[in-house]
């Protein structure tokens, strides 16, 4: 199975500051055929199910600001938040899709300081 | 606007089989996988396999081989989920998400979970 592994595990805060999450995967998550890179990330808020906020190593749903992007290639990606605000407070996870069993990072909790 | 709603809260004792249910509206059902995660208490996600909403073929992680069954119901446009010979550990929240057939975007969709908790 390829493992997902986060930096930092913890990030405290500020609002209005810049932000960023590590994510490395044990195989290149890099599809040939296709050119796509199969990486995800997702907020899970304080009580609630899972969003998604970036598919596909870069791309954004509807809906998700603007401030938030996704970067990386091959086993090393980033998500990164430009502008913190109060309502992005909770646990980040990122997930491979190239290979089953779909596998998620432990996940980086997010808190203001 | 889409939903994934899931059955109610389950409490089962060790070696029992769960059932649970997600039933999907406001989109096209045949045009999107359903995925199961689960999430253990004060744990992160982990993914337990996927299945077809026509076909009813199923892809499930190597660790619930033997034990989870999911199958579909085009005609209620529902998921199922059978876990069985349940024991302490698969205490759990268990969510159903949805992925596109035909050029995936991730889990678009999630439903509000289901807490399946196992206790003698």
């Known amino acids: 199975d390829i493992v997902m592994t986060q930096t930092p595990l913890s990030l405290p805060v500020t609002p209005g500051e810049p932000a960023s999450i590590s994510c490395r995967s044990s195989?290149?998550?890099?599809?040939?055929?296709?050119?796509?890179?199969?990486l995800d990330w997702y907020l899970q808020k304080p009580g609630q199910s899972p969003q998604l906020l970036i598919y596909?190593?870069?791309f954004r749903p509807s809906g998700v600001p603007d401030r938030f992007s996704g970067s990386g290639s091959g086993t090393d990606f980033t998500l990164k938040i430009s502008r913190v605000e109060a309502e992005d407070v909770g646990i980040y996870y990122c997930?491979?899709?190239?290979?089953?069993?779909?596998?998620f990072g432990q996940g980086t909790k997010v808190e203001i300081k | 606007q889409v939903q994934l709603m899931q059955s109610g809260a389950e409490v089962k004792t060790p070696g029992a089989s769960v059932k649970l249910s997600c039933r999907a509206s406001g989109y096209t059902f045949p045009n999107y996988f359903i995925y199961w995660v689960r999430q253990a208490p004060g744990q992160g996600l982990e993914w337990m396999g996927r299945v077809h909403p026509s076909l009813g073929s199923t892809t499930y992680a190597r660790k619930f081989q033997g034990r989870v069954t999911m199958t579909s119901d085009t005609s209620t446009s529902t998921v199922y989920m059978e876990l069985s010979r349940l024991r302490s550990e698969d205490t759990a929240m268990y969510y159903c998400?949805?992925?596109?057939?035909?050029?995936?975007?991730?889990?678009?969709?999630w439903g509000q979970g289901t807490l399946v908790s196992v206790s003698s």
């Open positions: 596909t190593l870069s």
């Open positions: 195989q290149s998550l890099f599809d040939s055929d296709d050119g796509n890179t199969y």
């Open positions: 998400a949805r992925d596109r057939l035909v050029g995936t975007t991730g889990l678009d969709y």
């Open positions: 997930m491979q899709r190239i290979d089953f069993p779909w596998t």
